[in-house]
């Protein structure tokens, strides 16, 4: 993942960063929001590390892929729901096939059942 996803969703990612490194606290990095130099330095202090090993830490947490619980983040859903349209095939009705489904009209009661 790159650093410009991270700083767009830095409140989605605070969580995560906090389960991979457990001395950060919530509010001090909700105050750096999303300035890589600041987090490297806050994360050199907060776990005891050289900056130069903290910067090697991010480095290689960004190699990995966007959290799951971050990319489902409520605050991305707009971007979800637009991003899953480029899936649908031009001129297909995504509705088309709600029939299969069954209908929404409730359904009389089986005779001799109460519930």
Known sequence: MQWTA????WPAFVEAIMQRWPATQENDLLALDGDR???VTHLAEAEGLARPEADRQVAEWLQGAVPADVA???TRD???IRASAAHIPVGEDVYSDDKDFGSETPQ???IGRDS
């Open 6 to 9: 991270v700083k767009s969703n």
């Open 37 to 39: 130099e600041r987090f």
């Open 72 to 74: 489902m983040d409520e």
């Open 78 to 80: 707009s971007e979800n």
């Open 108 to 110: 009389p009661r089986p």
